[in-house]
């Protein structure tokens, strides 16, 4: 079993950088691959970028150049570090851990049966 917890959402203005935190309990998060994922009101839920067991990134086509993500196992934590951020990234970002190791981009949220409870991240424009 593995416990998420996100952290760093918050209020921002276009054009300006946040970093969440997804910290993990009950595993060690290095053997898992973890994504991030983003729900807008009134939209589904969509992927973001992940990171796969062997070290691998894929990102959405809409957060490349922008988004990255990096993690210290001696926290058991991973990050997002998001720059030069636009309005249309406002949404609740969520943390997500997975075992499977079939390979892939990782990108469905039905592959991860672990989930934190989300941070908002709103952008000003």
């Known amino acids: 079993q593995v416990q998420l917890v996100e952290s760093g959402g918050g209020l921002v203005q276009a054009g300006g950088s946040l970093r969440l935190s997804c910290a993990a309990s009950?595993?060690?998060?290095?053997?898992?691959?973890m994504g991030w994922f983003r729900q807008a009101p009134g939209k589904e839920r969509e992927f973001v970028a992940a990171?796969?067991?062997?070290?691998?990134?894929t990102y959405a086509d809409s957060v490349k150049g922008r988004f990255t993500i990096s993690g210290d196992n001696t926290k058991n934590t991973k990050y997002l570090q998001m720059n030069s951020l636009k309005p249309e990234d406002t949404a609740v970002y969520y943390c997500?851990?997975?075992?499977?190791?079939?390979?892939?981009?990782?990108?469905?949220?039905?592959?991860?049966?672990?989930w934190g409870q989300g941070t908002q991240v709103t952008v000003s424009s």
């Open positions: 997500a851990a997975t075992a499977d190791r079939r390979g892939g981009s990782y990108s469905q949220t039905g592959l991860y049966p672990y």
């Open positions: 009950g595993r060690t998060f290095s053997s898992y691959t």
């Open positions: 990171v796969s067991w062997s070290g691998s990134s």
